[in-house]
Protein backbone atom coordinates (compact mmCIF):
# COMPACT_ATOMS: atom_id res chain seq x y z
CA UNK A 1 0.00 0.00 0.00
CA UNK A 2 1.37 3.48 -1.19
CA UNK A 3 0.53 6.71 0.47
CA UNK A 4 0.30 7.97 -2.99
CA UNK A 5 0.62 6.31 -6.65
CA UNK A 6 3.42 9.20 -7.21
CA UNK A 7 5.89 7.28 -5.00
CA UNK A 8 5.07 4.86 -7.94
CA UNK A 9 7.73 3.93 -10.62
CA UNK A 10 8.26 1.95 -13.32
CA UNK A 11 10.97 -0.66 -11.97
CA UNK A 12 8.02 -1.02 -9.45
CA UNK A 13 5.53 -1.74 -10.62
CA UNK A 14 7.57 -4.57 -13.29
CA UNK A 15 8.61 -6.29 -9.61
CA UNK A 16 5.21 -7.10 -9.15
CA UNK A 17 4.99 -9.11 -12.71
CA UNK A 18 8.86 -10.65 -11.33
CA UNK A 19 6.84 -11.46 -8.37
CA UNK A 20 4.40 -13.25 -9.60
CA UNK A 21 1.38 -10.89 -10.12
CA UNK A 22 -0.79 -11.49 -13.54
CA UNK A 23 -2.19 -8.44 -13.12
CA UNK A 24 -1.21 -4.85 -11.46
CA UNK A 25 -4.09 -2.33 -10.99
CA UNK A 26 -3.23 1.04 -9.88
CA UNK A 27 -5.57 3.27 -7.97
CA UNK A 28 -5.34 6.64 -7.71
CA UNK A 29 -7.08 10.37 -6.79
CA UNK A 30 -8.97 11.55 -9.05
CA UNK A 31 -7.11 13.54 -10.74
CA UNK A 32 -6.74 17.28 -10.43
CA UNK A 33 -7.43 16.35 -6.75
CA UNK A 34 -4.17 15.00 -5.90
CA UNK A 35 -3.16 16.13 -2.31
CA UNK A 36 0.54 16.51 -3.79
CA UNK A 37 -0.53 18.17 -7.09
CA UNK A 38 0.05 15.91 -9.52
CA UNK A 39 1.18 12.54 -8.24
CA UNK A 40 -1.54 10.15 -9.94
CA UNK A 41 -0.79 12.48 -13.52
CA UNK A 42 3.03 11.57 -12.64
CA UNK A 43 1.50 7.72 -12.21
CA UNK A 44 -0.50 7.69 -14.77
CA UNK A 45 2.65 8.23 -16.88
CA UNK A 46 4.71 5.68 -15.66
CA UNK A 47 1.65 3.19 -15.64
CA UNK A 48 1.44 3.83 -19.38
CA UNK A 49 5.31 3.65 -19.60
CA UNK A 50 5.03 -0.25 -18.17
CA UNK A 51 2.06 -0.33 -20.84
CA UNK A 52 4.10 -0.06 -23.35
CA UNK A 53 7.18 -1.92 -22.49
CA UNK A 54 4.73 -5.12 -21.52
CA UNK A 55 3.59 -4.99 -24.73
CA UNK A 56 7.14 -5.12 -26.58
CA UNK A 57 7.96 -8.20 -24.23
CA UNK A 58 4.90 -10.25 -24.87
CA UNK A 59 3.57 -10.00 -21.37
CA UNK A 60 0.46 -7.85 -22.56
CA UNK A 61 -0.31 -4.26 -21.64
CA UNK A 62 -3.70 -5.36 -20.84
CA UNK A 63 -2.29 -6.70 -17.50
CA UNK A 64 -2.23 -2.88 -15.88
CA UNK A 65 -3.94 -0.60 -15.59
CA UNK A 66 -4.68 2.96 -13.83
CA UNK A 67 -7.89 3.93 -12.22
CA UNK A 68 -8.64 6.65 -10.54
CA UNK A 69 -11.32 7.25 -7.72
CA UNK A 70 -12.08 9.15 -4.95
CA UNK A 71 -11.49 8.16 -1.33
CA UNK A 72 -15.57 7.68 -0.92
CA UNK A 73 -16.14 5.64 -3.81
CA UNK A 74 -16.08 1.98 -2.12
CA UNK A 75 -18.84 0.91 -4.24
CA UNK A 76 -16.91 2.18 -7.69
CA UNK A 77 -13.76 0.66 -6.09
CA UNK A 78 -15.47 -2.84 -5.81
CA UNK A 79 -16.36 -2.44 -9.04
CA UNK A 80 -13.57 -1.45 -10.69
CA UNK A 81 -11.32 -4.31 -8.86
CA UNK A 82 -14.32 -6.79 -9.69
CA UNK A 83 -13.98 -5.41 -13.71
CA UNK A 84 -10.19 -5.76 -13.54
CA UNK A 85 -10.03 -9.02 -12.04
CA UNK A 86 -12.73 -10.24 -14.81
CA UNK A 87 -10.02 -8.95 -17.33
CA UNK A 88 -7.36 -11.01 -15.92
CA UNK A 89 -9.33 -14.03 -15.31
CA UNK A 90 -9.93 -13.33 -19.33
CA UNK A 91 -6.17 -13.11 -20.01
CA UNK A 92 -5.10 -16.18 -17.90
CA UNK A 93 -1.64 -16.18 -16.20
CA UNK A 94 1.12 -14.08 -17.02
CA UNK A 95 3.64 -16.04 -19.58
CA UNK A 96 5.82 -15.32 -16.36
CA UNK A 97 3.92 -17.85 -14.17
CA UNK A 98 3.16 -20.09 -17.70
CA UNK A 99 6.86 -20.26 -18.13
CA UNK A 100 7.44 -20.94 -14.03
CA UNK A 101 4.56 -23.92 -14.14
CA UNK A 102 6.22 -25.67 -17.17
CA UNK A 103 9.78 -25.39 -15.62
CA UNK A 104 8.08 -26.82 -12.35
CA UNK A 105 6.37 -29.10 -13.68
CA UNK A 106 9.11 -30.44 -16.06
CA UNK A 107 12.01 -30.48 -12.79
CA UNK A 108 9.04 -33.06 -10.96
CA UNK A 109 8.71 -35.17 -13.73
CA UNK A 110 12.77 -35.01 -13.91
CA UNK A 111 12.76 -35.66 -10.27
CA UNK A 112 10.51 -38.55 -10.49
CA UNK A 113 11.97 -40.39 -13.23
CA UNK B 1 25.13 17.11 -20.59
CA UNK B 2 25.90 14.22 -22.67
CA UNK B 3 22.92 12.93 -23.93
CA UNK B 4 21.18 9.33 -25.06
CA UNK B 5 17.81 7.41 -25.88
CA UNK B 6 17.18 4.21 -24.99
CA UNK B 7 17.95 1.42 -27.30
CA UNK B 8 15.12 -0.74 -28.36
CA UNK B 9 14.25 -3.33 -26.13
CA UNK B 10 13.87 -5.93 -29.09
CA UNK B 11 17.88 -4.82 -29.74
CA UNK B 12 19.15 -5.19 -26.65
CA UNK B 13 17.49 -8.61 -26.15
CA UNK B 14 19.00 -9.62 -29.36
CA UNK B 15 22.14 -8.37 -27.87
CA UNK B 16 21.91 -10.61 -24.31
CA UNK B 17 20.43 -13.46 -26.12
CA UNK B 18 23.92 -15.31 -25.93
CA UNK B 19 24.11 -15.12 -21.90
CA UNK B 20 22.79 -16.40 -19.38
CA UNK B 21 23.82 -14.03 -16.05
CA UNK B 22 24.75 -10.00 -16.98
CA UNK B 23 25.79 -6.91 -15.28
CA UNK B 24 23.34 -4.04 -15.86
CA UNK B 25 25.60 -0.83 -15.04
CA UNK B 26 24.35 2.36 -15.05
CA UNK B 27 25.91 5.77 -14.46
CA UNK B 28 25.20 8.35 -11.76
CA UNK B 29 26.62 10.72 -14.12
CA UNK B 30 24.31 12.46 -17.60
CA UNK B 31 23.02 9.55 -18.33
CA UNK B 32 21.31 9.73 -14.54
CA UNK B 33 19.79 14.24 -15.64
CA UNK B 34 18.74 12.73 -18.74
CA UNK B 35 16.76 9.98 -17.78
CA UNK B 36 18.67 7.23 -19.68
CA UNK B 37 20.75 5.47 -18.11
CA UNK B 38 20.57 5.94 -13.77
CA UNK B 39 20.31 3.65 -10.69
CA UNK B 40 15.91 4.00 -12.01
CA UNK B 41 17.07 3.14 -15.57
CA UNK B 42 18.83 -0.01 -14.30
CA UNK B 43 16.15 -1.28 -12.35
CA UNK B 44 13.92 -0.74 -14.90
CA UNK B 45 15.88 -2.39 -18.19
CA UNK B 46 17.22 -5.33 -15.53
CA UNK B 47 13.45 -6.07 -14.93
CA UNK B 48 12.22 -6.09 -17.72
CA UNK B 49 15.28 -7.91 -19.17
CA UNK B 50 14.39 -10.43 -16.85
CA UNK B 51 10.56 -10.73 -17.38
CA UNK B 52 11.45 -11.34 -21.28
CA UNK B 53 13.66 -14.25 -21.21
CA UNK B 54 11.63 -15.62 -18.63
CA UNK B 55 8.50 -15.80 -20.33
CA UNK B 56 10.25 -16.82 -22.88
CA UNK B 57 11.15 -19.78 -21.33
CA UNK B 58 15.10 -19.04 -20.51
CA UNK B 59 15.71 -17.12 -17.63
CA UNK B 60 18.81 -14.82 -17.38
CA UNK B 61 20.52 -13.81 -13.84
CA UNK B 62 21.37 -9.68 -13.59
CA UNK B 63 23.26 -8.25 -11.58
CA UNK B 64 22.25 -4.40 -11.22
CA UNK B 65 24.94 -1.97 -10.68
CA UNK B 66 25.16 2.06 -10.94
CA UNK B 67 28.74 3.89 -10.63
CA UNK B 68 29.11 7.28 -9.76
CA UNK B 69 30.56 7.52 -13.27
CA UNK B 70 31.88 5.38 -15.96
CA UNK B 71 34.25 7.28 -17.34
CA UNK B 72 36.46 7.92 -14.05
CA UNK B 73 38.83 4.83 -13.29
CA UNK B 74 38.32 4.95 -9.45
CA UNK B 75 34.54 4.09 -9.87
CA UNK B 76 34.92 1.69 -12.83
CA UNK B 77 37.60 -0.50 -10.65
CA UNK B 78 34.56 -0.85 -7.97
CA UNK B 79 33.37 -3.50 -10.38
CA UNK B 80 36.34 -5.61 -10.80
CA UNK B 81 36.04 -7.92 -7.79
CA UNK B 82 32.91 -9.13 -9.77
CA UNK B 83 33.26 -8.01 -13.44
CA UNK B 84 34.57 -11.58 -14.72
CA UNK B 85 31.14 -13.61 -12.71
CA UNK B 86 29.78 -12.87 -15.33
CA UNK B 87 29.69 -13.43 -19.29
CA UNK B 88 28.91 -9.80 -19.82
CA UNK B 89 28.14 -6.07 -19.19
CA UNK B 90 25.32 -4.33 -20.57
CA UNK B 91 25.84 -0.84 -20.01
CA UNK B 92 23.81 2.40 -20.16
CA UNK B 93 25.96 5.22 -19.87
CA UNK B 94 27.42 7.19 -22.49
CA UNK B 95 29.64 6.23 -25.21
CA UNK B 96 32.54 7.16 -23.52
CA UNK B 97 31.60 4.96 -20.52
CA UNK B 98 30.84 2.09 -22.21
CA UNK B 99 34.31 1.80 -23.62
CA UNK B 100 36.26 2.91 -20.65
CA UNK B 101 34.49 -0.56 -19.05
CA UNK B 102 35.80 -2.47 -21.89
CA UNK B 103 39.44 -1.28 -21.81
CA UNK B 104 39.09 -2.14 -17.97
CA UNK B 105 37.85 -5.18 -18.58
CA UNK B 106 39.32 -6.91 -21.37
CA UNK B 107 38.12 -10.31 -21.09
CA UNK B 108 34.15 -8.94 -20.68
CA UNK B 109 31.92 -8.17 -23.63
CA UNK B 110 30.85 -4.88 -23.15
CA UNK B 111 27.00 -4.38 -25.08
CA UNK B 112 25.46 -0.87 -24.97
CA UNK B 113 22.40 -0.59 -23.73
CA UNK B 114 21.61 3.20 -24.98
CA UNK B 115 22.09 5.43 -28.33
CA UNK B 116 24.64 7.88 -27.04
CA UNK B 117 23.33 11.44 -28.53
CA UNK B 118 24.96 15.11 -28.27
CA UNK B 119 26.50 17.52 -25.88
CA UNK B 120 23.01 19.18 -24.45
CA UNK B 121 20.75 20.97 -22.51
CA UNK B 122 17.38 20.19 -20.56
CA UNK B 123 14.82 22.64 -22.83
CA UNK B 124 11.73 20.78 -20.55
CA UNK B 125 11.30 17.60 -18.86
CA UNK B 126 11.81 15.25 -21.60
CA UNK B 127 13.14 17.66 -24.45
CA UNK B 128 16.64 17.91 -25.07
CA UNK B 129 18.72 19.97 -27.26
CA UNK B 130 21.69 19.88 -28.95
CA UNK B 131 24.36 23.19 -27.71
CA UNK B 132 27.93 21.93 -28.48
CA UNK B 133 30.06 19.98 -30.74
CA UNK B 134 33.02 20.51 -28.65
CA UNK B 135 35.17 21.67 -31.63
CA UNK B 136 37.89 22.84 -29.00
CA UNK B 137 38.09 26.63 -30.05
CA UNK B 138 35.28 28.37 -28.28
CA UNK B 139 34.27 31.62 -30.20
CA UNK B 140 30.99 32.09 -27.89
CA UNK B 141 32.62 35.18 -26.55
CA UNK B 142 32.15 37.10 -30.15
CA UNK B 143 28.43 35.35 -31.12
CA UNK B 144 25.91 35.93 -28.47
CA UNK B 145 26.43 33.07 -26.36
CA UNK B 146 25.27 30.47 -29.35
CA UNK B 147 27.69 28.57 -30.95
CA UNK B 148 27.35 28.63 -35.09
CA UNK B 149 29.28 25.45 -35.15
CA UNK B 150 25.99 23.61 -33.57
CA UNK B 151 22.92 25.85 -34.14
CA UNK B 152 23.95 26.29 -37.61
CA UNK B 153 23.46 23.00 -39.84
CA UNK B 154 26.41 24.21 -41.67
CA UNK B 155 28.63 25.09 -38.99
CA UNK B 156 28.85 28.53 -41.07
CA UNK B 157 31.07 30.84 -39.60
CA UNK B 158 30.50 34.02 -41.46
CA UNK B 159 26.69 34.86 -41.36
CA UNK B 160 23.69 33.00 -42.93
CA UNK B 161 23.67 31.32 -46.23
CA UNK B 162 20.66 31.62 -48.86
CA UNK B 163 18.79 29.02 -47.13
CA UNK B 164 18.01 30.82 -44.08
CA UNK B 165 14.39 32.52 -44.37
CA UNK B 166 12.86 34.30 -41.64
CA UNK B 167 15.18 33.00 -38.83
CA UNK B 168 14.28 29.42 -40.42
CA UNK B 169 16.79 27.13 -41.16
CA UNK B 170 16.16 25.20 -44.65
CA UNK B 171 16.57 22.41 -43.54
CA UNK B 172 13.46 22.02 -41.45
CA UNK B 173 10.75 24.38 -40.31
CA UNK B 174 11.26 23.57 -36.81
CA UNK B 175 14.95 24.74 -36.30
CA UNK B 176 16.07 27.92 -36.01
CA UNK B 177 18.78 29.53 -38.24
CA UNK B 178 21.53 29.45 -35.95
CA UNK B 179 22.64 32.65 -38.02
CA UNK B 180 19.33 34.68 -37.40
CA UNK B 181 19.71 33.95 -33.55
CA UNK B 182 23.50 35.20 -33.32
CA UNK B 183 22.45 38.41 -35.09
CA UNK B 184 19.26 39.09 -33.61
CA UNK B 185 21.11 38.50 -30.00
CA UNK B 186 24.18 40.55 -30.82
CA UNK B 187 21.96 43.55 -31.85
CA UNK B 188 20.09 42.90 -28.80
CA UNK B 189 23.62 43.10 -26.53
CA UNK B 190 24.86 45.99 -28.89
CA UNK B 191 27.43 43.99 -29.93
CA UNK B 192 26.98 43.72 -33.74
CA UNK B 193 31.00 45.12 -33.93
CA UNK B 194 31.89 41.48 -33.27
CA UNK B 195 30.29 40.31 -35.73
CA UNK B 196 33.46 41.67 -37.92
CA UNK B 197 35.73 40.56 -35.11
CA UNK B 198 35.68 36.40 -36.38
CA UNK B 199 38.23 34.87 -37.03
CA UNK B 200 38.82 34.76 -40.91
CA UNK B 201 39.05 30.85 -40.85
CA UNK B 202 38.23 28.94 -38.22
CA UNK B 203 41.36 25.67 -37.59
CA UNK B 204 39.46 23.25 -37.41
CA UNK B 205 42.59 20.99 -35.72
CA UNK B 206 41.11 21.01 -32.68
CA UNK B 207 37.69 19.67 -33.48
CA UNK B 208 37.63 15.89 -34.40
CA UNK B 209 38.38 16.04 -37.87
CA UNK B 210 42.08 15.72 -36.13
CA UNK B 211 41.55 12.35 -34.84
CA UNK B 212 40.73 11.09 -31.57
CA UNK B 213 41.09 14.11 -29.60
CA UNK B 214 43.12 14.14 -25.87
CA UNK B 215 43.48 17.11 -23.14
CA UNK B 216 46.69 16.71 -21.24
CA UNK B 217 46.62 19.68 -17.92
CA UNK B 218 50.79 18.99 -16.93
CA UNK B 219 49.20 21.34 -14.26
CA UNK B 220 47.48 18.49 -13.06
CA UNK B 221 49.78 15.61 -13.43
Request: proline share 4%; net charge negative.
Given at each position: ?5 G??D ?104 | ?53 E ?51 T ?35 L ?7 T ?30 L ?21 G ?18
Amino acid sequence: MLPCTGRIDEALLLKAFENGADGVMVVGCLEGDCHYVNGNIRARARVERVYAILEKIDIGPDRIRMYNLSAGEGSKFAAYANEFVEQILELGPSPINVARTTTAQATSQEEAA
Amino acid sequence: MITGTPKPIEEILEMVEPYDNIIVAGCHGCVTVCRVGGEKEVQVLASTLRLAREASGRKIEIKEVSLERQCDPEYVELMRPYVEDYQAVLSIACGAGIQFLAEKFTVTPLLPGINTGFLGVTERQGEWAERCQGCGDCVLHLTGGICPVTRCAKSLFHGPCGGSVRGICEIDKDVKCGWQLIVDRLKALDQMDNYGKLKPYKGWDSARHGGPRRILREDMI
